[in-house]
């Protein structure tokens, strides 16, 4: 018998099967030769849950991110100032996604 991946959502703190969440990964910093920060730190929704980085998990539901980013639960989790313009975006791509899993 398979275990089941669990993950707790960052918004409502219930666990549940780590397919039935969506990933919230900052992404690791790039540096060059002399330890410089290039890019980096980019904080966008993994879909596919493959994406490299720190990582968050939010229910498919917008009550759930509006909860999470209210109590500030993913600047806690992702260990950084998040704009409200990446909230923003990233509440766009949660409703777009939402509407394209609808028959």
Known sequence: MKKIPLRKCTG???MKDKRELIRVVK????????????SGGEISLDLT??????GAYICKSAECFEKARKARRF????????PEEIY????????????EEKP
């Open 12 to 14: 409502c703190g219930e």
């Open 27 to 38: 992404s690791p910093e790039k540096r060059d030769e002399s330890g410089t920060v290039i």
């Open 49 to 54: 849950g493959k994406k490299p980085g720190r």
């Open 75 to 82: 600047e806690r989790s992702l260990s950084c100032k998040i």
């Open 88 to 99: 923003d975006q990233m509440s766009a791509e949660l409703n777009s996604q939402k509407c």
